[in-house]
């Protein structure tokens, strides 16, 4: 079991910055791929970036491309996304997820996810 809880949102004008984080707690979060994905009004949810178990492999979306890095510590259990460079388009409910095997941009890949947290960008 994986429990979540993401920080850091708010709002903020284009071009600002913003790091989310995300809190885990269970014993297996180190085995876990995580992913950071997004969902705003109307839309469904996208998936922003994920990164392997051991932080090997990263995948950004290309919207994010440049502009959001992801990173995680294991010894820490958290994951984060620093967001650069912010526009009104990346304006959502940011989740932080985690999958029980493997890792992917699919939402249906994931077994836990955290409560969201609301990121606003004015123009």
């Known amino acids: 079991q994986v429990q979540l809880v993401e920080s850091g949102g708010g709002l903020v004008q284009a071009g600002d910055s913003l790091r989310l984080s995300c809190a885990a707690s269970?014993?297996?979060?180190?085995?876990?791929?995580m992913g950071w994905f997004r969902q705003a009004p109307g839309k469904e949810r996208e998936c922003v970036a994920y990164?392997?178990?051991?932080?090997?492999?990263?995948i950004y979306a290309d919207s994010v491309k440049g502009r959001f890095t992801l990173s995680r510590d294991n010894a820490k259990n958290t994951v984060s996304l620093q967001m650069n460079s912010l526009k009104p388009e990346d304006t959502a409910v940011y989740y932080c997820?985690?999958?029980?095997?493997?890792?992917?941009?699919?939402?249906?890949?994931?077994?836990?996810w955290g409560q969201g947290t609301q990121v606003t960008v004015s123009s």
């Open positions: 990164i392997s178990w051991n932080g090997g492999r990263i």
């Open positions: 269970g014993r297996t979060f180190s085995r876990n791929g």
């Open positions: 997820a985690a999958a029980a095997l493997g890792y992917s941009a699919f939402p249906s890949q994931y077994n836990y």
